[in-house]
């Protein structure tokens, strides 16, 4: 069996070279068994073109570092497998953040605002007590927790978020996780009200217009739908609390 | 363009174990910086699935659990190459820690209360879980403890850990500069006072100056190219650094972990469950070579044996041929769908999305490849690096050393935080006692030299090799020769081609010029670290003639204590022709030397008494470096605390639960 040829198409450009202007570009490669863009990408890397930027590191997906527009589809590149695509392979940076050169984008910068603006730690009770033994939790709800705290903050349902490409301070789908994450864990201290401040303006649920390509797009396969409707919820019901 | 900014304190390195330190900084009121090569949640520590061991004794197969035996397993399984005060200070911190995290909020798994099914030794057992320990944090089976010990949450304990350390981390407004590497260290000679960096967005170089200085930049498998199952981050270079310095020496670089089972060709790793559950190995000519190489155990023998036939089949030409080198084959068919789809529910996801097979219908493509890094930059128990006052290291990046030759599954993940805290406690104490005396043109000598090798590599010209082929080039060499069974005929081979590599890398030519960060520049920068490290684990592992742990010497079968119960020592400054090794006493001996109960029963005796050996102990790291810890060595030691811990263990207890 012969290998069947890619063509890659790659958006190029250097913000730090004044010479660059965003263009795409074609490479082609020989299809190897169980290849995959991971594999790809460092071989034109390595092979065709020494300057390329992308990001990779677990390569397992796990690490979120990977998130590229595939065909125009934001996903892991790491797990996508060539043998999923057709012969012509378009990649280009995520958008919705800022563009470091080629594929590679800066979601570090965008994903720690994020995490100060929703708060995204455990506000403490009280403090740690080394001598302690831990509080109990029921199992059902650490697997809950555990399911919401998957996210891998690749950036794929930001860059897919019709809001969050046009509004910068919008918390978006994965902001909503994260408020998500925290407000059913008992361990935080926060309040349906002090919530509210966080979730009931047009940078956070309410910002969201519902097209929901988020849910389509997540790698993790996070339910962001039923996060989504879980907020809503919440945040009208503290709105008739406040009402009241 | 060229900046210095100052801090108090400066971390390399964001993953779990210096995320951990740098809060232990903040909350003490410092400032602190960390320097990672990514955003710190995408750290390697986020790749670790299956658990934290902590002696928590909570649900029934971990029953009479206790910090001792977690001491004995650790020490044991170290083959007694760990340091053991080391070792007790981290049993008896692992509860701790874990304790911690779940105030932190990790999601830690819990004891479900009555009737639970578990697998045990492939086979079914209902075991009732006491009421009173419903709901407190439950604990799995993770190989090589005495007990269930492993706190797990669900399938992601390190990436829960990570953020629920990083929220920490944010919530303290520590400073975080993530795509920035450490490129080499600040020193005056006696003190460390920052480092060299390098922007990885826009390439600019500066200087952080800082009163203490941490590296905890995880291992260094991509010294063995792509046959480890790390990230592609995991290069050494903060090894590296402290090397570079000349004063500060690393320890036992020659013990290194492997795993049989790394997905081929991306490296990631398989779980032993899946032979555990019963998978068989192929070769080329569909052969289960193990049913004639191992009768008894055949694929359920070791990690280390299987590993070791594995190769001899791969070297016999008895692999598949794959582009990018051969393979084995994990047959994992006869188990069937419902069992792969549910009980081994995460191999099933990594063929899907990976490989893209059906392992019910398929066979999986496998081999060994580098798992873990035990050696690393030789610290004293308070993390404080050897000869360099201000330098500490923790993680994978040290060798504190509580792992010895051969690191226990679920010990590191858990030794990351309890080295965090500790090592940040010291490093939080000894910063406010240091004022920052440094002059800015040592700074500056220190820039201009980064700047000129920068400048080398971009200036360079001629008919020299690739960086990537280089790397790929040591890779070989260090899986095939200084892998997972090493003679004294291919280390010297390595140790001769390593070193022509290792010069190669000064004539070596970038193909990419272009302004900005560069990412063949970025690794150019460290392929030189990379070679040196593989030069001393070859020279290390040649020169230790015995096999201990990890280090498995075909031409030296035993264990020898009366020669080698003792630590390698390696230092070699940049500009140092060739590296000097010493070798240090491992430590205090509280448990003497003895039979791990597992592998090789056979060892040559120490001929010292242990009375002997540990009165030299301290003169003699004192001579090699070591800086006197805040309290002397041996005060947190408890010895023979040990001595009935088993007894206390009631293991009638868990034979009585298995026949349920
Ligand atoms: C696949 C896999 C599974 C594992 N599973 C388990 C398990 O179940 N249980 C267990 O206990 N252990 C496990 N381990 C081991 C464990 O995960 C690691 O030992 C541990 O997480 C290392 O943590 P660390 O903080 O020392 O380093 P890392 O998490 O690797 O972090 C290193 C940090 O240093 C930064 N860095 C590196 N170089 C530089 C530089 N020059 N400048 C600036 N920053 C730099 C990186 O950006 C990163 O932030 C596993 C390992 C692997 C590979
Ligand atoms: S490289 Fe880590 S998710 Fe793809």
Known sequence: ?244 | MERIESTDVLVIGGGLAGERCAMEAAAAGLRVSILSLVPPRRSHSCAAQGGMQAALANCFMADGDSPDLHFLDTVRGSDWGADQEVARIFADNAPIAVRELAHFGVPWTRVRSGPNQYHIKGEKVVIDEPAEKAGLIMHRDFGGTAKWRACYAAAGTGHAALYAVDGEVVRLGVNVRDRAEALSLVHDGGRCWGAVTRCLRTGRPGVTLARSTVIATGGYGRIYGKYTTHATINEGTGASLAMDTGLVPLGNMEAVQFHPTGLWPSGILVTEGCRGDGGYLLNRDMERFMVELEPAKQELASRDVVSRHMMQQIIDGKGVNHPAGPHLWLDLRHLGVDHLTTKLREVYEICRDFLGIKPWEELIPVRPTQHYSMGGIRVNKDGEAYSLAGLYAAGEAACWDMHGFNRLGGNSLAETLVAGRIVGQKVAESTRRTRLEIDTSVANEFLDREHARVQSWLNRSGAGQSVYAIRDAIGEIMINKVGIFRTGSDLAEAVEELRVLHDEVDRAVLGCRDPGVNPELSFALRLKGMARLALVAAKGALARTESRGAHCRVDFPDRDDSNWLNRTLVRWGRDDADPAFEYEPVGLLDLPPGHRGYGKASHVEMTESLDAYNEAVIDQQRRHGMRDPGEPVGSALKPGAWRDAEARAGLKAIEAGQSR
Request: aromatic share 10%; with cysteine.
């Open chain 1, 1 to 244: 069996m012969t290998a069947r040829k890619l063509t890659f198409e790659i958006f190029r450009y250097n913000p730090e070279d004044p010479e660059s202007k965003p263009h795409m570009q074609e490479f082609t490669l020989a299809e190897e068994p169980y290849m995959t863009l991971f594999r790809a990408l460092n071989m034109i890397r390595e092979e065709q073109d020494t300057g390329l930027q992308f990001d990779f590191s677990c390569r397992s997906a796990v690490c979120g570092s990977c998130g590229m527009m595939v065909n125009g589809r934001p996903t892991l590149a790491c797990k996508t497998l060539t043998s999923d695509l057709a012969d012509t392979v378009r990649l280009h940076p995520l958008p919705a953040f800022k563009l470091i050169g080629d594929l590679s984008v800066d979601t570090g910068t965008w994903f720690r605002a994020m995490a100060e603006q929703v708060g995204a730690w455990v506000h403490e009770r009280a403090p740690f007590d080394p001598k302690a033994v831990e509080e109990p939790m029921d199992d059902e709800l650490a697997a809950a927790i555990y399911e919401s705290d998957r996210c891998i903050e690749c950036g794929c349902c930001v860059a897919s978020c019709g809001v969050a490409n046009v509004r910068p301070g919008f918390v978006a789908p994965a902001g909503m996780n994260r408020i998500a994450r925290f407000m059913m864990d008992p361990r935080d201290a926060r309040s349906d009200t002090d919530w509210f401040d966080v979730v009931s303006n047009d940078d956070g649920v309410f910002g969201c217009i519902g097209l929901m390509a988020c849910h389509d797009v997540c790698p993790k396969e996070l339910p962001l739908l039923e996060v989504y409707a879980y907020l809503r919820r919440r945040a009208l019901g503290t709105a008739f609390l406040k009402k009241a």
